[in-house]
């Protein structure tokens, strides 16, 4: 791969060899970029889109590279880097395979490493990132492979008498403490709390826009994307308790309305703080909990899925499904116990009856039928 020089500008200039024209002809596309790294990914993108994928010589690493070129306007940055890290740890196997040439056996070696060093989830994404290269690259072939069985997800839902404790455990952090407020109250995820500002609150009719969120770049950046699916751009009810608490907070002075942050902290920042916050209470809950919490207090207030899902920005309700089965767990051990409780009383009187002597045995033979 060519480097990049450096211009009397200060960005970096890269130039990727494209091959040939028809008189032979070398040819170049320039890519300029702020630094030396960027120039040179841009260079070296265009050169390997240029491997067309029908061509022999097209390897998964070179089908691997024009799929994310393809996306990278339709995939968030979030996903292109979950990608690009499933590609760059699990995949080097595959990388210099000719791509049409890659068969099921050779992509079950790459899951069965997997699967020895990560989670049957872990092997569900590299095989699904696998397939959708080979899908992209080769759309007849079907890849018979053999998969590790997923292993349901434990939820943690905190008991409602668990949130005082919460509260008080990060009643120093003004900001984590607004941040759980509006995650227990509201149920939103600390991407979309982050980038809440003043102009999304309405105060007279205590709502709450939610329309975007932040994400991490590839370039380790923080930036403002709207909801990866339209489920997630909503408006809901922020409860009396909390819309109070929000009265009570002061406001950013010379700072206009949609710039000024209602949390002032990334997500990252919003989990680790909760997290520092719980282990020097003692108290065991994840920030995210909150919002399975939200979930399991609208269930159990008997708030339809279709209503539940609007509020909490779910497209599907497998979510809430999972929630739901977790609520009824707790509430089949609470009858179980009522149950058991109810029949040791009848069941057990308060003293064992005596034990029946044992029948007089006849020796006689019996009498035979006439």
């Known amino acids: 791969m060519a480097n990049a020089r450096k211009l009397p500008s200060g960005q970096y200039r890269c130039l990727a060899y494209m091959g040939k024209d028809p008189h032979g002809k070398r040819i170049y596309q320039s890519f300029t970029a ?10 070296a993108r265009a050169q390997r889109r240029g491997v067309p994928l029908d061509s022999p010589s097209c390897t998964f690493s070179d089908a691997f590279d024009n799929l994310c070129a393809d996306n990278e306007n339709i995939w968030s940055p979030t996903t292109m880097r979950k990608y690009k890290s499933i590609n760059r740890t699990h995949l080097t196997a595959l990388a ?49 492979v053999n998969l590790p069985a997923l292993t349901p997800h434990a939820l943690r839902i905190p008991e409602s008498a668990l949130i ?56 380790n950046k923080w930036i403002l994307r709207r909801p990866k699916s339209a489920a997630g751009i909503r408006t809901v009810s922020v409860p009396d308790a909390c819309a109070k608490y929000l ?60 209503y539940a899902m609007a509020r909490t920005g779910h497209a599907t309700n497998s979510t809430l499904k999972q929630v739901y089965q977790h609520l009824l767990a707790d509430k089949n051990a609470e009858i179980d116990s009522l149950t058991s409780t109810a029949f040791s009383a009848v069941l057990s009187p308060t003293s064992p009856p005596s034990p029946s002597p044992d029948p007089v045995l006849d020796p006689s033979p019996p009498p035979h039928a006439t």
Request: charged share 20%.
């Open 247 to 306: 009265a009570s907070l002061p406001r950013p002075d010379g700072v206009p309305a949609d710039r000024a942050r209602i949390v002032p902290l990334t997500p990252h920042s919003i989990g680790k703080a909760f997290h520092a916050a719980m282990t020097r209470a003692g108290i065991s809950c994840r920030f995210h909990d909150l919002r399975h919490y939200y979930s399991s207090i609208l269930l159990a207030l008997g708030v339809p899925d279709k």
């Open 34 to 43: 702020p630094t030396k790294p960027e120039a040179e990914e841009l260079a």
């Open 164 to 219: 005082p404790a919460l509260l008080s455990a990060v009643s120093s952090n003004q900001s984590l403490h607004t941040a759980v407020m509006i995650a227990a109250s509201v149920g939103l995820r600390e991407a979309e709390i982050s980038a809440l500002t003043w102009a999304d609150y309405d105060p007279a009719a205590k709502t709450l826009r939610v329309d975007k969120q932040y994400i991490y770049t590839a370039d």
């Open 96 to 144: 210099s395979l000719p791509v049409h040439r890659i068969d099921s056996r050779q992509i079950q070696r790459v899951v069965n490493q997997a699967a020895a060093a990560g989670s049957p989830k872990t092997v569900s994404c590299v095989y699904g990132l696998i397939s959708s290269v080979l899908h992209y690259a080769r759309p007849d072939f079907r890849p018979d």
